[in-house]
């Protein structure tokens, strides 16, 4: 049986290794990106604009996350799965928060959960640590409070608010996340917050300095173009490649070409002839 990856294996990969994370939704992409050797799937709630379609990731809940969560568990045998908490599963109380973490944990059989904010969900964190389970922080360009921020922009350009972002860190790993995303931040920055933590930083847009990487699969993988923000990399093209597919099939099929002889079921000579089909 292949062996997870575990929280005390994150840790210890500070200095020593680079970490690798990838946003995956479903079973088969889990089972790939187990294959390609990834250390941690992050059910995203970025599920909702890439999967179901939404402006951005506010109108998910929990049943969507938890079903989707499960999915990815069952496609993963090596990598860590962390699922990602939705809007409004932890921020109105501490004991809402710990209750829905643990659904992912217990229901999902997710093997953390990653939650948005800094030193105003300490709390939260708090307690989910001490109810046994592994929190990932994030910070920087939190989506869900994308808002408050006026839209989808880098976060931590001026001294002042780098100097919270290392203070939200340093309150996230004191804590007890074993790892916090930095998102969207200057690399000057995010090279000062991994610097000034002991766990690993797991940066999306925040540079080479991060302790590891974080992208959303299908950024990777070419199959999302409503927006590409500047630090997505696409090591593929799949779009092009599946609209061909596609195209190929509607074609085959409009000129009988599809189904051929060998994707048939056939009936033997005799029972034709039964048939009065010679
Ligand atoms: O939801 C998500 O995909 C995320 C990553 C971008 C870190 O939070």
């Known amino acids: 049986m292949t062996k997870r990856v575990t929280v005390p294996e994150i840790l210890a990969a500070k200095g020593e290794r680079k970490l690798t994370e990838l946003t995956a939704y479903d079973y088969p992409t889990a089972l790939l990106a187990d294959k390609s050797g990834i250390d941690m799937l992050l059910v995203g709630d970025s599920l909702a604009m890439v999967v179901l379609g939404h402006e951005d990731t506010l109108s998910v809940g929990m049943t969507e996350m938890l079903h989707h969560t499960l999915a990815v568990s069952r496609g993963a045998s090596r990598a860590m799965v962390i699922g990602d908490m939705p809007f409004m599963s ?88 074993f790892s916090i995303v930095l ?12 610097e000034a933590v002991a766990v690993p930083t797991i940066g999306i847009g925040a540079g080479p300095a991060c302790d590891g990487q974080v992208l959303v699969v299908h950024d990777v993988l070419g199959l999302f173009d409503r927006f590409v923000p500047r630090f997505v990399k696409r090591y593929a093209k799949l779009d092009d490649l599946v609209v061909e597919a596609l195209t190929k099939y509607r074609d085959e099929v ?25």
């Not at 200057?186 to 000062?192: D, V």
């Open 90 to 177: 932890y921020q109105a109380s501490v004991e809402q928060a710990v209750l829905n973490a643990g659904r992912f944990m217990k229901e999902a059989r997710a093997n953390a959960v990653k939650l948005e904010g800094g030193a105003r969900i300490v709390p939260q964190i708090r307690a989910m640590v001490e109810a046994g389970i592994p929190v990932q922080g994030h910070i920087g360009l939190t989506p869900q409070s994308a808002a408050q921020f006026g839209g989808f922009k880098v976060q931590g350009k001026t001294a002042e608010a780098a100097k919270v972002l290392i203070e939200d860190a340093q309150a996230l790993a004191e804590a007890g996340c």
């Open 254 to 278: 409009v000129q009988g070409i599809f189904p051929g002889p060998e994707h048939c079921f056939m009936i033997s000579e005799e029972e034709a002839k039964k048939l009065g089909k010679s």
């Open 183 to 194: 998102e969207a931040i200057p690399s000057s920055i995010a090279e000062m917050v991994t």
